[in-house]
């Protein structure tokens, strides 16, 4: 530790100020903001198939296709993915503060874009949502890197994990807000309409202005991020991308003098000689970091891969579950405005039940426990739950152990947010060096996000009776709910296999984990962490 900077020994070492949790807000708000816009397109899909694809005379009302369906809400996660990569990357060119406010910008435009889609034909309307989705997606992925960059950056090591853990809870908080917001904004229309359901007048059952329902709850989410952009820009640069990649010790020591009201020493000298061995840091792409990182990285793709692959496709066996506990009627027993309510009614009760505690039990233990523990633990609850809702399937699907599968199905929930779901997070953004450690954090968040894919939509088509008469609309015959889970059980114990390459970086400085401290980086062996 004697040869790492002064500026960065007094962030590691600094008490929990007011400057930490302004930096876990400004950066939590972004991704409350990227938790909206995801997930708030699952609350209108019903109202969307109704509005744009009833056919008069139907028995049921109408639902979107199922090309359309993947289309409008998995085109916001490819969107997501390419974001990760390219903002994760600029973020180590450009610097954290500069890209983190086009992030938003991004973000916000094309949240009000998404509610003015516009079209003389249901196709011309669904074709613009989803192309202003896509670029949604693609700001939502540049926060990814650039939040967690930013707070593992300006923490102290003690409550590291805490801190960079409760930017990512917002994520819990943003789900619950997008549930809220289309309670508030489906009841408000139910009441002032009051209409029959689809099964006593399919026409009556829905009117003109319900189009601005879903377009109400599409655009909400640009406003956390419009107020939270004048903070951003506010915030300066961190003082490890300032000193050990720009090489401005003097603007590092000024920026950090005023965030922790201190008087700082520039050490230019040191940054000088940190300058001098630039040419022999190694790349990304190179021998050297396959060495030191590479399996470091791997440990971290494989496991987000892994674990967005069950987290985005247990989101597929929540309509059964609604259904099974009566939670949402079938959909010719209720008009549309009244689906959307008793839809969101459920997806908040979820996030208030299981979602948002699991994020927080994280928040509080993980600094206490370790990433790893937390991360091991997580994956071995998420294979039990899996395969004890999945071998014995026959027997939850009979009513009166109905409540029973769905205690356990939120528990596969709790045991994602208090476990992988925010670790695969916290992880990326400690151990790897300063320039490339956006980068490589963008590379894992993305890997996580191409599991979302697989899940969202591989399990969609797997997850399908094997019988072609129960099969959805439009869909084939797949492997049935009770493979699907048994292939989810078997993902998540990988997933515990994976996890033995992730080191543990609890109570350690980011330098000591990459090696960064005065150089040690090129002259000695790379830190090991034992698992």
Wanted: aromatic share 14%; with cysteine.
């Amino acid at each position: 530790m004697a040869g790492q900077l002064g500026v960065l020994n007094a962030l590691d070492v600094a008490k929990t100020q007011w400057y930490h949790f302004t930096a876990i807000v400004i950066a939590g708000m972004g991704f409350f903001t990227d938790a909206y816009d995801l997930f708030c397109i699952s609350l209108v899909t019903k109202l969307l198939g109704r509005l744009y694809y009833t056919e008069p005379g139907a028995p049921k009302p109408g639902s979107l296709p199922p090309r359309v369906q993947a289309s409008v809400t998995g085109v916001a996660l490819c969107g997501t993915l390419a974001g990760q990569l390219f903002f994760g990357w600029l973020g180590d060119k450009l610097g954290r503060k500069r890209v983190y406010g086009l992030t938003l910008v991004l973000m916000v435009v094309c949240s009000l874009a998404s509610g003015f889609s516009f079209g003389s034909t249901p196709k011309g309307v669904l074709t613009t949502l989803c192309f202003f989705r896509f670029w949604l997606g693609f700001g939502i992925g540049g926060d990814y890197p650039l939040s967690a960059t930013i707070m593992s950056e300006y923490a102290n090591k003690k409550t590291r994990g805490a801190f960079i853990a409760a930017v990512f809870a917002m994520q819990g908080f943003g789900i619950l807000a997008g549930g809220v917001v289309a309670l508030i904004v489906s009841y408000t229309y139910d009441q002032k309409y009051k209409l029959p359901t689809y099964e006593q007048n399919p026409q009556g059952s829905i009117v003109p202005s319900f189009d601005y329902v879903w377009r109400i709850v599409l655009m909400f989410g640009a406003l956390p991020a419009a107020i939270t952009y004048y903070w951003r820009m506010k915030m300066p640069e961190t003082a490890r991308y300032t000193a050990l990649v720009a090489k401005d010790a003097k603007q590092a020591a000024s920026d950090m003098s005023k965030v922790l009201q201190v008087e700082l020493e520039a050490e230019v000298e040191k940054v000088k000689k940190l300058a001098e061995e630039e040419s022999h840091r190694y790349g990304l792409f190179s021998k050297e970091f396959l060495k030191r990182h590479g399996l470091h990285l791997v440990g971290t793709t494989t496991t987000w891969f892994l674990l967005d692959i069950a987290f985005y496709s247990q989101n597929l066996f929540q309509k059964d579950i609604f259904s099974a506990i009566g939670w949402i009627p079938p959909a010719q027993e209720m008009n549309a405005i009244h689906e959307v309510y008793k839809i969101a009614r459920a997806q908040t009760l979820i996030a208030l039940c299981s979602t948002v505690p699991g994020y927080w039990f994280t928040v509080f233990l993980i600094d206490h426990m370790g990433r790893f523990a937390i991360q091991l633990m997580g994956f071995f609850f998420m294979t039990v739950f899996m395969f004890a809702l999945a071998i014995p399937y026959d027997h939850w699907t009979k009513k009166a152990n109905r409540i029973g599968f769905v205690v356990m199905y939120s528990l596969t929930f709790f045991f994602a947010n208090f476990g992988p779901n925010a670790t695969t997070f916290v992880v990326p953004a400690e151990i790897f060096p300063a320039r490339l450690r956006s980068t490589c954090h963008g590379i894992s968040a993305a890997a996580g996000k191409a599991g979302a894919i697989v899940g969202a939509f591989g399990f969609l088509y797997a997850a399908q009776s094997k019988d072609p008469t129960k099969t959805d609309a439009g869909y084939p015959t797949g492997i049935g709910i009770k493979n699907s889970l048994i292939m989810l059980g078997v993902i998540n114990f990988f997933g515990m296999v994976f996890t033995l390459l992730v080191p543990e970086s609890k109570g350690k400085s980011l330098e000591e984990l990459s090696g960064e401290n005065d150089g040690s980086e090129d002259t000695k062996p790379a830190t090991t962490v034992p698992v």
